[in-house]
Nanobody, 124 residues
Framework: QVQLVESGGGLVQAGGSLRLSCAAS????????MGWFRQAPGKEREFVGA????????YYGVSVKGRFTISRDNAKNTVYLQMNSLKPEDTAVYYC?????????????????WGQGTQVSVSS
C-alpha cells in the first residue's frame, strides 16, 4: 500500500483555475496508473480523470473533459490535476488514487489506495 497526499485545493471564483497535486510515498509509483475522483455532499464518488503509468494515455469524465488535464511526473512521484474554467458544480472533495496495475481504468474497483482528499470550492 502506498500513501497518497493531495494538496492544492481551495476557494476559487467561477471561471478560475486550480492545480491539484498528489504526492505518493515509497517506490514503484511509475509502475501504476493513477486517477482523480471527486465527491460532493450527498452525491456518489465521481470519476474525474485517469492516467496510465507512463502518462501516454489519459481518460476524463464527461463533465470535466476539455476543462481538466491530468498529468504526472514520475521523477517526483506526483500526479497533477489542472482544473480550468471551474464551475460551481465542480465543488467537491477531490481524491487521488493508485490503480491496481499500470493501465488506465475509470472504475472505483480498479484502484487500491486513496488519499484523504482536498476540498475544492467554486463560488458563483
Amino acid at each position: 500500500q502506498v500513501q497518497l497526499v493531495e494538496s492544492g485545493g481551495g476557494l476559487v471564483q467561477a471561471g478560475g483555475s486550480l492545480r491539484l497535486s498528489c504526492a505518493a510515498s515509497g517506490r514503484g509509483f511509475s509502475l501504476f496508473g493513477m486517477g482523480w475522483f471527486r465527491q460532493a455532499p450527498g452525491k456518489e464518488r465521481e470519476f474525474v480523470g485517469a492516467i496510465n503509468w507512463s502518462g501516454s494515455t489519459t481518460y476524463y469524465g464527461v463533465s470535466v473533459k476539455g476543462r481538466f488535464t491530468i498529468s504526472r511526473d514520475n521523477a517526483k512521484n506526483t500526479v497533477y490535476l489542472q482544473m480550468n474554467s471551474l464551475k460551481p458544480e465542480d465543488t467537491a472533495v477531490y481524491y487521488c488514487a493508485q490503480s491496481k496495475g499500470g493501465g488506465v481504468t475509470t472504475q472505483l474497483g480498479g484502484f487500491d489506495s486513496w488519499g484523504q482528499g482536498t476540498q475544492v470550492s467554486v463560488s458563483s
